[in-house]
């Protein structure tokens, strides 16, 4: 069994208190287990504000660059000893355990990148800007690296991408992160954090981390720090509520749950390539990592007239999918990753049949031991009912809910969601597209466009992109990470400089914009 240590003050800390255990979702075993409390915090962010950003400011973001291509190859190199322990810890298949670990190797490798071509500690944001009656007197936006920490909260479902995306935007912006690991999947974060610390790759207080608790963390913060916190948005609003983050402005970035849709549109005929996309995307969505993707679809949008046909092509690939002991490489469908997990989804599923009718699935366990549930279709019996719009069943759940074809009427079901990371389209009718784009995508942070022409060339509305922004609106958390150089944001401050523009140009004309 092992025992999961926090890195913390460049030492590894074996915690006190009760021990939390950590189980193998598909037996059920205990693996290990975490003692959350006995690390001093204050002495935490003082080696990370003293030590860590010290050492990171002196950097450059090139310099800072090449320490993400480091950690990038770290964890590609021990990729299959990884592989093993998500299998293990997290109830992950293969396929969902490069899905995570990939994720993670790729966002860093694409942070090494962009910052591979900034030049200089700061960056330009926007030209020089004249404000004076000549142009003597001129304004330059500039951003610069946060004096303070970043303290990283991550969900259970990705221990590796959630902590890799973060730290590569914060790294690289010069910030020390604090990495706090969701517990049911721990094991997996720790063996990276080993891994990273062995690497010696980082400065000393540039990374630290923690398995067990955060309590009272929060409370020491200051107006240089920054949160970001990916879970529920019961969490999240908790987090958010923290008098000591109010009182100091800290900022806080929240990625939280979300009621994502896919909408199919009236002109996807049976066998045409836009309905298969939708189709795919759309099982693969619901069983990949068991559905446990903050970004899996939950509401399918699909036109009254092609309900019944949809429903059967959905089951019928849905029963096709193998499930069981995930480090089977026959099974596409593991276990949740949790006994916690297990009742919620059940009891989601239970809540979600009042209204309305199970296609396939239910709340039965598929089989015991371990936490494995079936995929659930369901089919709404009245698709304005609440529940529908507001209930995230964190696993491979989602309901299909009929609507006339009309694109007004899907925007206005689509957006009773509240806010959510993304919402798939597919249809060739460009007008339809036009309307529902127009529609959603002031509730949401992600809109993709499925057609006969994207057949084939993109990963699907699951996958998180880089490149592209992560987070969204209201009850997706009102958050934004990612998206290239913006996902650096909440780490560097905008601060205009005003004065001779010789001087601008001559401290700061070396920076990139
Ligand atoms: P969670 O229960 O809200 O926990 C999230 C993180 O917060 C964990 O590290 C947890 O630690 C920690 N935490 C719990 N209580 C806390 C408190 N009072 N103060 C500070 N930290 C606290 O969520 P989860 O079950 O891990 O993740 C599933 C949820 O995350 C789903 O709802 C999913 O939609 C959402 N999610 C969203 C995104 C996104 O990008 N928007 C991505 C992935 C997941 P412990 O685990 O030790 O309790």
Redesign the pocket.
């Known amino acids: 069994m092992i025992q999961l240590q926090s890195y913390v003050c460049g030492n590894w800390n074996a915690g006190e208190g009760d021990p939390k255990p950590l189980h193998d979702p598909t037996t059920e075993a205990v693996l290990g287990e975490v003692r959350p409390g006995g690390v001093d915090f204050a002495a935490v962010l003082a080696h990370a504000r003293e030590q860590g950003g010290p050492a990171l400011r002196a950097m450059t973001f090139a310099e800072r660059a090449a320490v993400l291509k480091g950690l990038a190859g770290v964890i590609h190199q021990h990729r299959d000893e990884l592989i093993e322990i998500a299998g293990r810890n997290g109830g992950n298949t293969r396929g969902d355990a490069k899905f995570d670990l990939d994720g993670a190797s790729g966002t860093l490798a694409f942070y090494a990148k962009l910052g591979s071509k900034l030049d200089g500690q700061h960056l330009l944001d926007g030209d020089v800007d004249q404000l004076g009656r000549t142009p003597r007197f001129s304004g330059q936006h500039l951003l610069v690296p946060r004096t303070g920490v970043a303290v990283h ?6 221990p590796a991408w ?1 902590m890799g995306e973060k730290m590569a935007c914060a790294l690289l912006a010069g910030v020390p992160v604090i990495e ?5 999947s721990a094991m997996l974060a720790h063996r990276i954090a080993q891994l990273v610390v062995e690497s010696g790759i980082l400065p000393e207080g540039a990374f630290q981390f923690l398995p067990g ?3 009272g963390l929060l409370d020491l913060l200051g107006p240089q720090d920054t949160v970001a ?4 948005a ?2 999240g609003a ?2 958010r509520g923290n008098q000591n983050l109010i009182a100091r402005n800290v900022r806080v970035n929240v ?4 009621i994502n849709s896919a909408v199919l549109g009236p002109d996807a005929e049976l066998d045409s390539d836009t309905r298969e996309q939708f189709l795919g995307n759309v099982a693969i969505d619901m069983t990949q990592k068991a559905g446990q993707k ?1 970004t899996a679809v939950r509401r399918i949008f699909v036109p009254e007239d092609m309900v019944d046909e949809i429903c059967e092509e959905l089951q019928a690939r849905l029963e096709g999918t193998a499930i069981g002991n995930p480090l089977d490489t026959n099974h596409r469908m593991g276990p949740v990753a949790s006994k916690a997990q297990f009742d919620d989804v059940r009891g989601g599923i239970d809540q979600l049949a009042a209204v309305a009718e199970i296609v396939t699935g239910g709340s039965e366990p598929h089989s015991t031991p371990g936490y494995f549930v079936k995929p659930t279709l369901l089919r709404a019996k009245d698709g304005s009912a609440a529940i529908l719009h507001e209930l ?1 069943v ?1 696993g491979p759940c989602a309901t299909v809910i009929p609507y006339s074809g009309d694109a007004a009427e899907v925007v206005e079901l689509v957006n009773r969601g509240g806010g959510s ?1 993304v919402a798939s389209v597919y249809s060739d009718d460009k007008r339809f597209v036009e309307t529902v784009v127009r529609g959603l995508a002031p509730w949401h942070g992600r809109v993709w466009l499925g057609s006969e022409k994207t057949m084939g060339q993109a990963l699907g509305p699951g996958a998180v992109l880089p490149g592209s922004i ?1 987070g969204g609106p209201g009850r ?2 009102g958050g934004e990470e990612l998206g290239g150089l913006r996902g650096l944001m909440p780490y560097l401050q905008r601060t205009a400089i005003q004065g001779d523009r010789a001087v601008l140009t001559r401290i700061f004309g070396g920076g990139e914009s």
């Open positions: 909260i991550n969900a259970f479902n990705f959630g706090k690991a969701g517990h049911a608790s955060v309590s916190f990916t879970g529920s019961k969490t908790l987090i990625e939280a749950d979300s903050c995230e964190f990371l992560h997706a958390g």
